[in-house]
């Protein structure tokens, strides 16, 4: 009688469970331990958030950063559901998606990450914009071509949060309106970009400067309507005319995630060992934004794109390794630094005894980023056209 292949499902097909899933197909597995590898996502593409500013100004295009999981996935060993999660029944080893399908586990991989804060403000649910999906960027686009048809004199957006995300997003947007931009960066502390190194700060700076960003700190945002934004400073509530408020607020946890019979950090992150597996779960590995994790050196490690690619090397290491009978390996996290886009062609970044910003910066963290791509098809088709485009643009002209 034949066995059954084991079952390994992977939940959420960004950073962390992607890259899992890919790095795991790539191992040599034997017959006898041959496993069925499902990955599961809400969305038919993978998403490499940190070149989404790009398609605001319009320097890429979204198959180049939003690859569908089919096309990625052609030739691999993974079969691709794409589907909710709406629930998981730890007891019984069964994930409940929301086109009533039901699916069986013997391992299972939690990846599917944050969403946005917004309810915290009254109004934004209506008024305020996230910025972490292609339908975001999408909506974002369509509310500036509407502003841009209907001829205004001024476009007024407030970026809500002066973390990296939002500095990022100012500067794009300034450099694709122009004059007719009117950008403000509102931010909660007393500092932007508080975490970022002192050479990066600077540039941040600079560039926000040189683009005319306006900078409300110690501000928060108490209520947006259609066209108002109140703001908070010291107290006193003053009320300003706007266009769009786009948000970039930081990851908050997925409701049901945090209501899963599962040790969990204060946050709701679910808590992991340096294995990556979940407390008294050894079945279950989690990883990437949702995951509460200290590595083998004892070091809290932040919820990032590096950190969830670092991680799903490890997790799939840990898969295999725990399947083969091989001995499973704690996670180090290397920091490599912090790059982030200030505009069209400009760029800080500061890692690896390196301090580079300017063009050179720009051109760096786009070859970076194209090494990051998932899989060699993708990222040789993303680098011909970005070789291509130029010169299609100088010929058209
Ligand atoms: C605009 C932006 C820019 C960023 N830039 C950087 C950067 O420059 N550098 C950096 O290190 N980090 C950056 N980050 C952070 C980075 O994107 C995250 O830390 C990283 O994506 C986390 O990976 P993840 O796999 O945990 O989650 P994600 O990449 O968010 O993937 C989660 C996946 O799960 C799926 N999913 C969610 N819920 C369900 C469900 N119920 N059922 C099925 N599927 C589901 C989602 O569709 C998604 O595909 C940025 C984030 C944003 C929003």
Not at 30 to 48: A, K, R, V
Not at 356 to 371: K, Q
Request: charged share 20%; hydrophobic share 40%.
């Amino acid at each position: 009688m034949n066995k059954q292949a084991l079952r390994i499902c992977i939940l959420g097909g960004g950073f962390s469970g992607l890259y899992t899933a890919l790095r795991l197909s790539q191992f040599p597995w034997t017959d006898g331990h041959s496993p069925e590898i499902i990955l599961i996502d809400q969305n038919d593409h993978f998403l490499f958030t940190p070149l989404l500013y790009e398609l605001i100004t319009g320097e890429m295009q979204s198959w180049e950063i939003a690859p569908y999981f089919e096309e990625l996935l052609t030739n691999t060993r993974i079969r691709f559901h794409q589907g909710c999660v709406t629930a998981i029944n730890i007891e019984t080893k069964h994930i409940e998606l929301d086109n009533l399908h039901s699916l069986s586990y013997d391992k299972l991989v939690l990846a599917m990450g944050g969403k946005a804060p917004l309810e915290q403000v009254l109004g934004s649910n209506n008024y305020g914009i996230s910025f972490r999906s292609l339908q975001d960027v999408y909506h974002i686009k369509e509310r500036l071509r509407l502003l841009e048809v209907a001829q205004a004199k001024k476009i007024r957006i407030a970026v809500v949060g002066g973390g990296c995300s939002g500095v990022e997003l100012a500067c794009k947007l300034a450099d694709h309106l122009g004059k007719i931009g009117r950008i403000r960066l509102v931010e909660r502390g007393k500092k932007i970009v508080s975490n970022s190194p002192e050479f990066n700060f600077k540039a941040v700076q600079d560039a926000l400067e040189k683009r005319k960003v306006w900078i409300d700190l110690e501000t928060e945002v108490s209520e947006i309507t259609r066209d108002s934004l109140s703001l908070c400073y010291k107290g006193r509530i003053d009320t300003i005319p706007v266009d769009l408020v786009i948000f970039t607020v930081g990851t908050q946890m997925l409701d049901w995630i945090k209501d899963l019979p599962l040790k969990h950090s204060e946050q709701g992150l679910i808590t992991v060992n340096p294995e990556l597996q979940v407390i008294d779960h050894p079945e279950i590995y989690a990883l990437g934004d949702l995951a509460d994790c200290k590595d083998a050196t004892g070091q809290q490690i932040p919820r990032t794109a590096q950190t969830a690619f670092q991680q799903s090397d490890y997790c799939a290491w840990n898969l295999w390794a725990s399947i083969t009978r091989r001995p499973l390996l704690p996670f180090r996290y290397q920091v490599l630094g912090e790059l982030l886009v200030l505009g069209i062609n400009n760029a800080t970044f500061n890692g690896l005894g390196i301090e580079l910003d300017g063009p050179l910066a720009y051109l760096t963290r786009r070859l970076i980023y194209l090494y990051r791509l998932p899989t060699f098809k993708h990222q040789l088709s993303v680098g011909l056209s970005w070789m291509i485009r130029p010169l299609v643009e100088a010929l058209s002209d």
